[in-house]
């Protein structure tokens, strides 16, 4: 699949945009995109994205974690349990001021 269909079906997922708008949308990214030097560079797509940063996760992940709930944790943050505890380690350590 090329990159110009691939970003013209995700604006056409959900977004309301016609056929012919979502088209347009996709070629004016990758111009965008080649006039700021990305023309021929491989870009990594995440396999799980995530829009909340990674500081956000852990606090909220410390702040949900009660001990007994780490698969729930790790389900809901697509995260494994080592993510848990390293986030928890992190923020513990920062908040001892290490």
């Given at each position: 699949?090329?990159?110009g269909r691939?970003?013209?079906d995700?604006?056409l997922?959900?977004s ?27 870009c990594?797509?995440?396999k ?15 702040r ?12 809901k ?10 986030d ?11």
């Amino acid at each position: 699949m090329s990159l110009g269909r691939m970003i013209q079906d995700a604006l056409l997922d959900g977004s309301g945009l016609s056929k012919k708008e979502a088209e347009r949308l996709a070629v004016h990214i990758i111009e965008a995109g080649a006039r700021q030097g990305r023309a021929g560079s491989v870009c990594y797509w995440p396999k799980n994205y995530r829009p909340t940063p990674k500081e956000e996760r852990a606090e909220a992940i410390a702040r949900e974690y009660n001990g007994r709930n780490l698969k729930e944790i790790c389900e809901k943050y697509q995260v494994s349990s080592v993510t848990v505890y390293r986030d928890l380690h992190k923020l513990r350590g920062t908040a001892a001021g290490k």
